[in-house]
């Protein structure tokens, strides 16, 4: 552990190049600052500083990238930050992504600083941002909000008079977006994974569809062509799988690896793990690959070139199940019934997984769905657990809670061979989660319900209404007090979520 510290600690010092100074220049009362616009800094070196080029230019960038919007719903970009003549094709993909008639609330840029160190962030709050094109406006009353309310931000003026990673995404934005939209522009300053967090901890209630994350960043430095190749897939890879350790272990592995004049592989890291805390806990995110060069594409000399990357972050598309749309007939039921027999069997046996033939399975047993697995033995419950995030095909994430009912639910000893032919085997394919604002809108053995406060949660099935013959009331005080930990009455300050399933057994499929 103290070595891999040890290397990320270096190589995130040394990819600055440039002479470090650690600011003090930071307040955190800007109520009584004067508003004084940030005046374009880069305009003339990175892109044109007259509108009519740069517009130009944008229109021949937007024309070149590779990927035109293929994914609804994107939360976040990674998008790289150098001249527009070597990066701006690869920035042009990414911002393709987001939608151009959405009325974002906010638009959160995040940079990392080239030249200044201090604590934690620095949002510029005190007036707007100008580039040749025009003036984008910040939300200074939220960026003075999240100042005040939070030791983790400050406005540090050096921060921003000459950081330029920041700077050179808004003409993208003012030459994509159709709407209005104003900006939260923020720029790390903090080399510490802790304070990192923090700055994750804070924005984590704003990553939402009604606002956008711009994150950025180029990848490796300096490098030849050919090892630039290797080490920002390697990195982007990392990336792509949502884990912040894994972005780690990559950066450490490149280092290891002793790269001719490698001197970081990702420029930008302290606001890429920002958005990464931030997303790699929620499985309904999906982290794509949309395009990437680096300056050899654009140079002759390929001896040293830097790299860039763009990603999208957007949430998964989710099964409509209305009973209209999503349809199990019954030999699609019959066999995942097989299917979680063979697969309890196996794994008691062998402690290996059953494998299943993808090719005698049907579109809908291959769809993204999620599911539980109810075991009974003489009627009694014998073992119960689910999977809500659709986040794999229905018949893995049926083997998958097979498996986890007969031999993790801890309410029940460990199921043992000798007695499947006494256990009868239950599935329930689930809808998406609905939030819901009343009580009145469950409908009792039609909708399950699941309870979140916090990190405590807890669910009942539909059928649990129709076993029991409680009272709403009842259903949900039960769910609230005895799964979700939250005493009788806890459900009446937590989140509460419906969803509707389809149920058939084995004991069903012989009645039939």
Same mark, same amino acid.
């Given at each position: ?48 500083? =007259?509108?009519?080029? +740069?517009?130009?230019?944008?229109? +021949? ?7 035109? /919007?293929?994914?609804? %719903? &994107? ?27 959405? #009325?974002?609330? *906010?638009? @959160? ?8 160190? @201090? ?21 200074? #009353?939220?960026?003075? /909000? ?74 490796? %430095?300096?490098? !030849? ?16 799988? =949502? ?14 690896? =002793? ?27 999906? &982290? $794509?690959?949309?395009?990437?060069? *680096? ?21 998964? /598309? ?16 019959? !066999?995942?019934? #097989?299917?979680?027999?063979?697969? $309890? ?8 997984? @059953? ?29 119960? $657990? ?40 239950? $599935?329930? &394919? ?24 916090? @990190? ?43 969803? #509707? ?12």
């Amino acid at each position: 552990m103290r070595k891999s510290r040890f290397i990320l600690k270096g190589l995130l010092l040394f990819f600055l190049g440039i002479t470090v100074v650690y600011c003090n220049s930071q307040t955190k009362d800007t109520s009584q600052l004067k508003c004084i616009d940030r005046q374009s800094v880069v305009a003339g070196t990175f892109y044109p500083d =007259n509108p009519e080029a +740069l517009k130009s230019q944008l229109e +021949l960038l937007f024309a070149k990238s590779e990927m035109v /919007k293929t994914y609804d %719903h &994107v939360l976040a970009i990674i998008s790289p930050h150098a001249g527009y003549v070597y990066s701006g094709k690869v920035a042009a993909s990414a911002f393709n992504q987001i939608d151009p008639d959405k #009325e974002y609330e *906010n638009i @959160f840029i995040l940079s990392a600083s080239h030249r200044v160190l @201090f604590r934690g962030a620095s949002i510029y709050s005190q007036g707007d941002y100008i580039t040749p094109l025009g003036k984008v406006k910040v939300n200074r #009353e939220l960026a003075s /909000k999240l100042i005040n309310e939070n030791k983790i931000f400050t406005f540090n003026p050096d921060a921003h008079s000459s950081e330029h990673s920041l700077e050179v995404q808004l003409p993208f934005l003012q030459f994509k977006m159709n709407k209005e939209f104003q900006i939260i522009p923020i720029v790390t300053g903090t080399q510490t994974l802790s304070e990192i967090k923090e700055i994750s901890e804070v924005l984590k209630p704003y990553f939402n569809e009604r606002n956008l994350f711009i994150i950025s960043s180029d990848f490796s %430095h300096y490098p !030849k062509y050919e090892d630039a190749l290797k080490v920002d897939k390697k990195t982007g890879d990392a990336i792509i799988s =949502n884990s912040v350790n894994k972005v780690i272990d990559a950066i450490n592995e490149n280092a290891l690896a =002793n790269v001719e004049n490698l001197v970081t592989s990702l420029c930008g890291w302290p606001a890429v793990f920002t958005l990464l805390n931030i997303t790699q806990t929620d499985r309904n995110i999906q &982290v $794509i690959s949309v395009d990437y060069q *680096n300056s050899g594409d654009a140079l002759s000399d390929k001896s040293r070139v830097v790299g860039y990357h763009a990603i999208a972050f957007a949430k998964k /598309k989710t099964q409509n199940m209305s009973e209209d749309q999503f349809i199990l007939r019954n030999q699609e039921k019959e !066999k995942l019934l #097989e299917i979680a027999r063979l697969t $309890i069997n196996e794994y008691l046996k062998s402690r290996k997984v @059953f494998k299943v033939d993808e090719s005698e399975l049907s579109d809908v047993m291959k769809s993204e769905c999620g599911a539980f697995v109810t075991l009974h033995k003489e009627g009694a419950l014998r073992g119960c $657990i689910g999977r809500f995030v659709a986040d794999e095909a229905l018949y893995k994430i049926v083997q998958k809670m097979a498996i986890a009912a007969a031999t993790e639910d801890h309410r029940f000893p460990v199921v043992e061979q000798k007695e499947m032919s006494e256990i009868d085997i239950e $599935i329930s &394919v689930l809808t998406p989660l609905k939030k819901i604002e009343s009580t009145d809108e469950i409908e009792m053995g039609r909708h399950g319900i699941y309870i979140k406060k916090g @990190f405590a949660s807890g669910t009942f099935l539909p059928q649990v209404a129709l076993e029991t013959g409680w009272t709403k009331e009842e259903f949900l005080g039960y769910c609230s007090r005895n799964k979700a930990g939250l005493g009788w009455d806890g459900w009446k300050d937590a989140d509460i979520y419906i969803y #509707e399933a389809f149920v058939f057994g084995e004991s069903d499929i012989k009645k039939e």
